[in-house]
């Protein structure tokens, strides 16, 4: 949809990557919504996830999406762009973020992991969970994570939206939870930060990062409607909140 005339100033490079198991499909009915604000929207896939399944192979990692997304910024963003990172996704627009700085103008982490350097995204799960994605990838010959059952984030099992979203949501690749990302603190100079926690219920796992947020005041923080899936369930709602930080009145 073109802009209007009146909003044609608001044209923006704002890149969407989503979290583990999704695709570029998790965003479509977001996208409309920021789209119609004049803004040009991206939802690329990861690869080995979504329709880029058949992409995974034993080398395919954290790196690995870090550079495509990277190289999509070059390639097809004009300027300084938003980065939006929906739970594995805030990792890899820190990565992203941590390399190109410069071209980053702000970075929007929604219900989001926030990568330590050194440390894999295994690790922020609970032990039990790891073991049992560990056991899920031996199952499936090692590569690729099972996707949880959708009732984790709320969706009550039986009804549209759950299975709705049990038929999309693909296996994970491993590698990309057990790699080591290396993360140099240059992502820090991006000049806005922000952290948009999902309201729930449930309560959202990543709550603590939350709280550390709220506390600092290099970021800016907010809760959106909705459980960790509310780009899903909430994508109005959603949208107006990323737009605020996006386009905030003169």
Do not use: N
Request: glycine content about 10%; charged content about 20%.
């Amino acid at each position: 949809m073109p802009p209007e005339s009146g909003t044609a100033h608001l044209r923006h490079d704002i890149v969407l990557v989503h979290g583990g198991w999704h695709g570029g499909w998790a965003w479509e009915r977001l996208v409309p919504h920021l789209a119609s604000a004049g803004h040009r929207v991206h939802k690329p896939t990861l690869a080995g996830l979504g329709d880029r399944a058949a992409e995974l192979d034993e080398r395919l990692g954290w790196q690995t999406h870090v550079d495509e997304i990277a190289r999509h910024l070059q390639e097809r963003c004009q300027g300084a762009v938003t980065l939006v990172g929906h739970s594995y996704g805030g990792s890899v627009i820190t990565g992203v973020a941590d390399r190109l700085p410069a071209r980053v103008a702000r970075l929007i982490y929604l219900d989001a992991v926030i990568p330590i350097d050194g440390v894999p995204g295994m690790e922020s799960f609970p032990p039990e969970r790891q073991a049992a994605m560990r056991a899920g990838a031996l199952a499936l010959g090692g590569l690729r994570v099972p996707p949880p059952d959708p009732s984790i984030w709320g969706f009550e099992p039986g009804t549209p939206e759950h299975r709705q979203l049990q038929e999309r949501l693909t296996p994970h690749p491993l590698k990309v939870m057990t790699d080591a990302p290396r993360i140099s603190g240059r992502w820090l100079s991006v000049p806005h930060k922000h952290y948009l926690m999902a309201a729930g219920p449930p309560v959202s796992r990543f709550v603590d990062l939350y709280a550390q947020r709220v506390r600092d005041p290099a970021w800016t923080t907010g809760l959106v409607e909705g459980s960790h899936e509310m780009m899903w369930t909430h994508p109005r709602q959603l949208a107006a909140a990323l737009l605020a930080l996006i386009s905030p009145p003169d």
